[in-house]
């Protein structure tokens, strides 16, 4: 997940929009996920009535432990690359 949302590179700051962006994001995937199982159980047979509202009232929770390591992640990324100019600042 991580690999795949990033702030640009070209901005000193996190933005607040950024952060938005990525906790959508999570959420989009905590609900793929769910939906994903849904589909799982209903395929091999797990249609007891308590297995199904379980999947379908749970989606995997997007917690502040997730959104810190989401913003470590691109903290350290955006540290390893401080060093090297980005493409975009050259255009």
Known sequence: MTDTVRPPRWRRHPDPRDRLIIALYA???A???TRETLRWAIRHGALKAEVL???AGD???VDGEDLAALERSIALRDASHA????KEMWR
């Open 59 to 61: 989606p995997v929770p």
């Open 53 to 55: 509202e379980a999947i």
């Open 83 to 86: 060093d090297t100019p980005a």
């Open 31 to 33: 609900e793929r996920q």
């Open 27 to 29: 959420q989009l995937e």
